[in-house]
């Protein structure tokens, strides 16, 4: 189990996590805080690491921090559960979802 | 660590405000045209004055890179009737979409006469406008010559006509297509024209929110000669003076939001779209019209599945729609064969519901993809979604997912999600400012453009109509000078701003979101009666002398969504006292009064306008086609214009 220290913290929004970050590749350059026309985001305090989301439930998925990322790989989409979209095999009829 | 919880989680506590507070400090920008709304409206605004040699300013809540109500791409450039494919003269067009009751003549003229130049400027901009890499070769509507793209939409008729012949076989057959659509690379524009507009010497204001606009001596219904302005990064004050002033911010937005939880997640635009524009004008004195008009949210993020957050579906535009066992569906898509209406008649939907529950068709729908030639679905998939303002991140995300639109089936959600509720509506309807053949307001020294007048269109149209307001108000700019600013305007301005981050508890911006949304599903739906709409009004009243006082913010960003709430507030009080003014139902209005049932009739077949003098509401009326003779009124008042732009 778990030793570290557990806050009382209010619940958290739900959706909470419109992207994903990949610490090994973003460098911090905050494309997508300026970016992002909601100000989802707000720069890391600590220089070259990925930017803190402050305000995900505000965010309205258009796209623009993932499109205008100029690091591939670094921020990937992460869509809410219920808006991944389906998907069908028009030969096999096999069933996908994203 | 990315969220705000892993980091508390992490750090012990949580990251401090990351930018300087300034609340209440000054800044003071002496300009010639100010701009208000950093869209494409704006963008192309600033441009235009910018060229004319005079000082712009031009102010964005966002950051004018990805900015406005149109979102960061285009697909479609559409009724230029101006292009050299085109079947049809700009004034004909022009007067075949004005043929709509209670649309904006003035801005269908402007798009159909100045939308193609806009384009070919788009072009020199950095824009991409042609297949200039021949990837679309041999495409339906692909011209060898100027590589330009002609879409399948509006092809025999514009498709908010509905026509029952709509759907049907050779209904759009080669000959008869206007081609007036032009497939575009949309996602190329905005940051082009932020990049123009920095090169042209337009101080670019991002991150500010336009609170409210100063007159003559602090006066409603004086001269406009500025504005003020808040950073929603630091709280501090912008005070702008100008000679003439552009509004560009979109119309209204969220005003019946349908999850009280998810303030940007449940609209069908984003939550910045709040009329702000709408209201700086209307608390100056500007005549507003088309109020009363509101709609019913068919999509939008999180409500719905997500495809545009704001217009139709992928799988129904140029893509056949089948049932589960592959059965071709009889619903028009807008393709090369039938050319069907954006929204098809409620008959054909009506007799698809009644295939499915006799089993003659199965669920779910699907958009049939692979059934399309190769290089009609490219241009679908990679340049129609791929290029359109929210669509370019879900084919991403599908296409990283394994999907491949020439094998797979791509579901739809008609049907499946059911319908939408008459209580979730959307202000985006029409509704805005009045204008005149200068796009000027009924204001001195204010000019509206794009979605900030009444009856915008679209992407095209906010261009050509930036581009238009811009070279007006700088021809205004050029012969008047600055006025002195009212402190006492300024005063109050700054009092009611900044009273939020005075208080440290109370209502926060969401509750206040919640409950305007409320009263608005309540008594401002589908049911629209005297009594609902004074109920309504009533507790707009109310929310206003005892919630709004207790209303509190801790940082710049939530005293930026308690100003939009407030914003949200006056507007879903004109929308209710538009809708009193209006004593009749209108189907083009998508206005229905209980007490008043008869659609249209011939006395209320007029505008009805709306404004505050001496802080009173007061209402009148203009004439349909209030403008005149399109091209004769055009003409006159554009006997100097030149063309594509051929300066530096």
């Given amino acids: 189990m778990s030793q570290e220290k557990v806050f009382a913290i209010p619940n958290i929004t739900t959706p909470n996590n419109p992207v994903l970050f990949n610490p090994e590749i973003c460098d911090g350059c905050n494309t997508c805080v300026e970016t992002c026309q909601i100000d989802v985001y707000i720069p890391n305090p600590q220089e070259g690491k990925p930017p803190i989301i402050l305000h995900p439930e505000e965010c309205w998925y258009c796209g623009c921090c993932a499109n205008d990322c100029p690091r591939p790989g670094a921020l990937q989409f992460n869509w809410p559960l219920e808006l991944r979209g389906y998907w069908k095999n028009k030969k096999t009829g096999k069933v996908n979802q994203l | ?648």
Wanted: proline share 5%; with cysteine.
């Fill in chain 2, 1 to 648: 660590m990315t969220t705000w919880h892993e980091y508390l989680r992490k750090e012990g506590q949580p990251p401090s405000w990351p930018y300087p507070i300034r609340f209440g400090q000054e800044q003071e920008i002496e300009t010639d045209v100010l701009v208000i709304g950093g869209g494409i409206a704006g963008c192309w605004a600033a441009i235009s004055a910018a060229r004319q040699g005079l000082r712009v300013a031009l102010v964005e809540k966002g950051d004018t890179v990805r900015s406005g109500a149109g979102g960061p791409g285009c697909d479609h450039w559409c009724d230029t009737p101006a292009n050299p494919l085109s079947r049809v003269t700009p004034d004909d067009w022009a007067k075949h979409m004005a043929d709509r009751p209670y649309c904006n003549g003035i801005g269908v003229q402007i798009q159909c006469r100045e939308n193609y130049d806009t384009l070919l400027e788009m072009e020199q901009m950095g824009g991409k406008i042609r297949d200039t890499g021949n990837e679309y070769a041999g495409a339906e509507g692909r011209d060898d010559k100027t590589k330009f793209m002609i879409s399948p939409r509006y092809g025999t008729i514009h498709s908010y006509f509905p026509d029952p012949r709509m759907g049907e076989p050779n209904f759009n057959p080669p000959e008869k297509r206007n081609n007036v659509v032009i497939r575009v690379w949309g996602s190329t524009f905005k940051p082009a024209l932020k990049k123009e507009c920095k090169r042209l010497g337009v101080k670019i204001f991002d991150r500010v929110m336009g609170t409210s606009l100063l007159t003559e001596n602090g006066i409603q219904g004086a001269r406009v000669i500025g504005a003020t302005g808040l950073n929603d990064r630091t709280g501090e004050f912008m005070i702008f003076k100008s000679k003439a002033t552009i509004l560009s911010t979109a119309g209204g937005g969220s005003m019946w939001l349908m999850s009280m939880e998810l303030g940007g997640y449940s609209n069908m635009h984003s939550r910045t779209m709040s009329g702000d524009g709408t209201i700086m004008a209307w608390k100056a004195g500007a005549e507003l019209t088309r109020m009363e008009s509101t709609g019913m949210v068919m999509i939008a993020t999180g409500l719905k599945h997500k495809w545009y957050s704001g217009a139709g579906d992928a799988s129904y535009e140029n893509v056949p729609l089948v049932d589960a066992k592959g059965k071709r569906l009889p619903l028009p898509i807008q393709g090369w064969v039938d050319a069907g209406a954006m929204v098809p008649a409620p008959g054909v939907e009506a007799k698809i519901r009644e295939g499915i529950m006799k089993g003659e068709y199965e669920l779910p729908f699907y958009g049939d993809f692979p059934s399309m030639s190769d290089v009609e679905r490219r241009a679908t998939w990679k340049l129609m979604l791929g290029e359109e303002s929210t669509t370019r991140i879900i084919i991403d995300t599908f296409e990283k997912a394994g999907f491949d639109p020439s094998r797979d089936l791509l579901q739809s959600y008609k049907f499946i999600e059911g319908q939408s509720l008459p209580q979730w509506r959307d202000a985006g309807y029409g509704g805005g400012i009045l204008v005149d053949w200068n796009l000027k307001t009924t204001l001195d020294g204010l000019y509206a453009a794009g979605s900030q007048m009444f009856a915008p269109e679209d992407h095209s149209h906010a261009a050509a109509t930036g581009r238009y307001a811009g070279r007006k108000a700088a021809a205004y700019a050029s012969e008047t000078g600055l006025s002195k600013i009212s402190r006492d305007q300024i005063e109050a301005e700054k009092a009611r701003v900044f009273a939020p981050v005075k208080r440290s508890s109370g209502v926060e911006w969401k509750e206040l979101h919640a409950g305007i949304a409320r009263v608005m599903q309540y008594y401002v739906s589908e049911f629209k009666t005297e009594s609902l709409l004074n109920i309504g009004l009533s507790a707009l009243q109310k929310i206003e002398a005892e919630t709004v006082p207790s209303l509190y913010a801790v940082d710049p960003h939530k005293l930026m969504r308690s100003l939009e709430d407030l914003t949200m507030l006056e507007f879903a009080k004109i929308i209710i006292q538009a809708s009193l003014a209006r004593k009749a139902s209108s189907m083009p209005l998508n206005f229905q009064r209980i007490d008043f049932p008869t659609m249209d009739p011939p006395e209320w077949n007029k505008f009805l306008t709306i404004k505050m003098e001496n802080n009173k509401v007061k209402t009148g009326e203009r004439p349909q086609a209030f403008w005149g003779d399109m091209k004769q009124q055009y003409e006159a008042h554009n006997q100097d214009y030149q063309g594509v732009y051929k300066g530096k």
